[in-house]
Structure formats: C-alpha cells, structure tokens
C-alpha cells in the first residue's frame, strides 16, 4: 500500500512539475504576443544572426585553442630533442672517463710509481696529459679533466697541467667530493660539475669539470626568441641551479609545484598563472646530469599572432551590431513609423477627434492605401455625425426646456402657499416683503430666454430666495454665505442651479419642525473648476433616504420625472460633461450636503 502511495506521490510531483513548466511557457508566449510587429522582426534577425555570430566565434576559439596546442607540442619537442642531445653528450663524457679510469699508463704510473726514472715518469704523463686533452677537445661542455695518482702524490689536469698535492686548490676540490657519502659521480655544488670516479680505493681518481657558462649559452638558445621567457637545470631539491632569463616568481612556481609531485611524476608540459600572467611551463630529465630541465614562456606571446584574428573577431562584432542597428531602424522607419501613425490617428478618432487626416503621408505602398482608406472612414463618420448633430442639439436643447420650465411652477407653488401663510398670520410687513421679493424673484427668471447667466446673478437670486424663505421660516434659519471669488463673478452658467439646492436645504431639511437650523453656502473655483457646496443641519434625511438620492443623481437621465437635485444635475451634465453634475453626502453639519461641481473645458 505505501508502494502505491509513493508512486502515486511521485506522479502528483512530476505532474505538478509539468504544470509549472507549462505556466511558464504560456506567460512567456504572452509576454511575446505584446511586443510590437518590428520589435518580433528584430527578435528573428537577432536569433538569426547569433549562430553565425556564435559560430565564427567558435572558428576563433578554435584557431586560437589548436595554435596553442600546436606551439606547446613544438616547444616540447624542442625541449625533448634538446635534452636528447645533452643527454647523449654528456653521456659521452661519461663513457670517456670511464675509458679514462681504465687507462694503461695511469694504472701503470700507480703500481710503478717512484720506481720509474725521469725520463718514463715524463714519457707516462705526458702521454696521459694528451689524452686528458683529447677527452676535452671531444666534447665543448668539458672545461677540465684531470687525474690523480696516489703514488705520485699529484694531479695531472688540462686546465693546471701537473701539480703536487700540497697547496694544490684543485685536488683540494674534488677529495672534498670524493669523500662524501653516500658516494656518487656526479657533483654539482658551489657553481661547479663534477664526474668523480676512482679506483683502487681512492689510489686513482679521474674527474671532469663540466662548463657551466656552456650550459648557459646552450639553454639559452632555447628562449632567446622570446621576451618573457627563461630555462632553467635544476636538481631535484632545487638546492643547484643553472638559469637563464629566468623570473623568481616562476621559478619559485616549479619549484612549489615539483615539491609538490611525486619523485616520479614529471610536469612535460602545462599552464600556469603567475602574478596575473600565463604561462607555459615544460619539463623533461636529464638522466645523465640527475637534473631536470624547465623552460617557459609568456602565453600573450604565443598568441600573438593570433591578435590580428582577434581584431577581425572585434571588427565583425561591429560590424553585426551595425547590422542589427540599421535593420532595426529600417524596419522602425519603413514598418513602425507608418503602423504607429495609423494608430495615434485612431486614438485620437476614439477620443471623438474628428480633425484628424493622413492624407499628407507620402506613402505609395500597402501604408498609402491605408491611410487613404482611413482618411474616406473619417470623412464618411464626420458627415455622418454632421447629418445627425443639428437633430441632436434640438432634442438635448427641447430637453433642456422642458427640465428648465418644470422649475417655475415648483416654486410658484410654494411661494404662494408661503405669502398664503402669512397673510393667515396677520403680518403685513412681511407679506408686503415677501410679495416684492417675489416679484423681483419672477422678474429674473423670465426677463431673458437666454438659458445662461453671469454666475454672480445666479448666485445673487439663490441668497434673494434664502431672504424669502427666512421670512417664511421667522428668520429661525441662519444662512451663512461666503464671498464669491473674482474670477467666479463672471463666468456663464445655466439659469436656476443653484437655487433649488438652497430649496431642498429648506423644505427637506426643516418643513416639518420648528427647530432653529443652519444653511452654509460655500463657492471655490479654481484650475477650471467651479464648485458650490450647500449644506444644512437638519435631521430629516436618513442614511437610507441619502442613498436613494445619490442613486437616482446616478441615474438621472433615465428619471421620467426630473424635479428638484435631479433637475439640476441633469442640465448640467447635458451642458457641462458626464463629469460635472450634483453630488450628495453627509454634512459635517449633520444634515445633508449638496454640491454642484462643473469643469469648464479650455
């Protein structure tokens, strides 16, 4: 059972795993899908230039890779041949000397010794002292060789001719070698190489100096050519070198690198970075000597040549970068730019513009018979709409109207019910009043048949109702107006706006009750925007009453009957914009509060 489970378990993951992979695919499609037309056409050239980009790199890499290879190939055989060769010489040398150990004279003037007279004494060593030079005249790397006869108790050598023992420097120097342990025939200590044999218990001793300076010259015409470059003869303590060109810090490299290996691994050949530089290190034994040979060179130096195919490299970068520029801006200017007019147009026809044409784009392709087809659509549209706007404004301005007409009625009635109340009360004086307010109140709004006034008239007639109404109410309601700002006075309004705000303060907010109250009328204008805010304390608006009626300013153009707010912010939408209108909410006052906000378009 937990079997299943676990497989179960691991299908889920994979699948989930899938699933993801999928989402991913899928945004990463839809994120292409939303790039424009010429920028998808750049994306195929670029992802159709990097192969050749990325296979002329590899072309470069490869050339540079197998030059590599080729020239440490070389250079190793170099090193090999010439170690071959050293090898093979100082082999040589070595087959003398044991020749040499064995020679008839030498072992002849040591049993014999001081038996012999002058004259064979003379005859021995100077055939002796012409072999010792013929050995020497046989190989360049030999600087000395010499031999030494117990009996005699001197030193016979190319380079001292025959000495005796005492006070006798060279002797000195190879008893000083022969006498170490464990004994061994080749020395190299104190800027000297020696091959020490002897024989007969130290009775005959034949030694070779080998030339170091000779050495030198042949390592360096292994590096010569080369600027950071250097070889090197070394032991394997590193205790004795020979060295040409040769830097500390490379040389401290091989030396860290060889204590490091196995006796009996050999480094032949490998790269190496020292001090921000690479470099290219052989090796090979010198089986003869005991000794090892290092060169190495400056990698920059070998890939040299190579810079002029990295120039190219550089240059055709370039050049494919020119390349994806001038296509990008060909296909910018001859796709992008045409596509991208079409489109601005568009937007600029949905925001109702109707003033706008191509017929000025000189275009005589598949672009031209665009425009010229989207230049006939506005053409069409724009008599289309010219045919259908008279019959518009007629409706809108017959609504307009009827809306405006359906206000002196709701106010006659009122106000004659008011001075009705009055006069019931005996009050002349204010009946007197109220009837010449009246009728300064019936004068403005039917000497004119212009649908618009000054805003300060408007606003004048709305403070010279709130006058009525508080001899209505006995001056139990306060109304608190504020100064009109300048640039407000003269600005053009619909006829009758402000007033019915004033009205519904008054008959919503304190007909039923007798209650002292409050009406605030506040004006700001500023950045084109007029703003009229009316607000009273009054209790009779509930939350739910306050909703209804912004529901239905929401709505007010589908009203049947529009009376009141609703009137107001139907003809101000009609005149002013879907974003203008009136606006309810609760006062700060309790009561309720009624704004009519109006953007004047420049």
Not at 86 to 106: C, E, P, T, Y
Not at 223 to 237: F, N
Request: neutral net charge; hydrophobic residues 40%.
């Amino acid at each position: 059972m937990s079997k299943r489970l676990k497989a179960f378990q691991q299908i889920s993951k994979k699948a989930g795993m899938i699933s993801t992979e999928r989402s991913r695919t899928l945004k990463k499609l839809k994120m292409l899908s939303r790039l424009h037309v010429y920028q998808r056409v750049i994306i195929v050239f670029m992802v159709m230039m990097i192969p050749v980009y990325l296979i002329n790199l590899w072309m470069n890499m490869s050339g540079l890779s197998l030059m590599k290879q080729g020239f440490a190939n070389s250079s190793l055989t170099n090193v090999t041949f010439y170690s071959s060769q050293l090898d093979d010489q100082i082999a040589f040398v070595r087959k003398q000397q044991l020749h040499l150990l064995n020679d008839s004279d030498l072992e002849k003037l040591n049993f014999l010794g001081e038996q012999l007279n002058e004259f064979e004494d003379f005859q021995l060593v100077n055939r002796i002292e012409e072999r010792l030079l013929t050995i020497q005249d046989s190989s360049d790397f030999l600087v000395n060789v010499g031999a030494y006869v117990k009996t005699l108790g001197r030193t016979i050598s190319t380079q001292n001719g025959v000495m005796k023992v005492a006070k006798n420097s060279e002797f000195s120097t190879i008893s000083s070698f022969s006498t170490k342990q464990p004994a061994q025939p080749f020395y190299f200590e104190d800027e000297k190489m020696l091959f020490i044999e002897s024989r007969n218990n130290g009775n005959i001793i034949v030694y070779m100096e080998l030339s170091i300076p000779k050495l030198k010259e042949t390592l360096l015409k292994l590096v010569e050519h080369s600027q950071d470059s250097g070889a090197l003869l070394a032991d394997e303590e590193f205790d004795d070198v020979i060295s040409v060109k040769a830097k500390d810090p490379v040389m401290g490299y091989i030396k860290a690198t060889k204590a490091l290996n196995e006796p009996e691994q050999t480094m032949d050949f490998t790269m190496v970075k020292v001090e921000s530089q690479n470099y290219m290190i052989t090796s090979t034994d010198i089986r003869v000597l005991g000794l090892t040979l290092y060169t190495y060179m400056n990698e920059s130096e070998v890939i040299k040549p190579l810079k002029k195919f990295n120039f190219w490299l550089i240059l055709f970068s370039f050049v494919s970068i020119a390349i994806v520029i001038m296509f990008s801006f060909s296909v910018n200017l001859m796709i992008h730019k045409p596509i991208n007019k079409l489109i601005q147009a568009f937007k600029r026809l949905e925001t109702d513009n109707l003033i706008v044409s191509l017929r000025n784009q000189q275009h005589d392709n598949e672009f031209g018979y665009l425009y010229r087809n989207f230049d006939q659509m506005v053409d069409k549209l724009r008599q289309s709409i010219n045919e259908n706007y008279e019959q518009k404004i007629a409706l809108q301005q017959s609504e307009l109207k009827q809306l405006q007409s359906q206000i002196n009625p709701h106010f006659l009635y009122n106000s004659f019910f008011n001075l009705y109340m009055i006069c019931r009360s005996g009050d002349m004086e204010s009946s007197a009043t109220l009837a010449q307010k009246l009728g300064g109140y019936y004068q403005f709004i039917t000497r004119s048949g212009k649908d618009s006034v000054p805003f300060v008239e408007e606003y004048q007639h709305a403070l010279d109702y709130c006058e009525i109404q508080s001899i209505r109410f006995s001056n139990r309601i306060i109304v608190e107006a504020t100064e009109l700002p300048e640039a407000a006075k003269s600005i053009e309004v619909p006829r009758l706006i402000v007033q019915p705000l004033v009205e519904n303060a008054f008959e919503h907010a304190f007909e039923n009750g007798m209650r002292r109250g409050n009406v605030r009328m506040e004006t700001t204008f500023q950045d084109n925007h007029l703003s009229i805010v009316v607000e009273d304390d009054g209790n009779a608006i509930t939350d739910e009453s306050l909703f209804e009626l912004r529901k239905k300013l929401n709505i007010a153009s589908s009203i049947p009957e529009k009376t009141g707010l609703i009137n107001v912010g139907r003809r101000i939408q009609l005149q002013f914009g879907e974003r203008s209108g009136v606006f309810v909410s609760r006062s700060t006052l309790g009561g309720l509060k009624a704004e009519i906000s109006i953007y004047f378009d420049i």
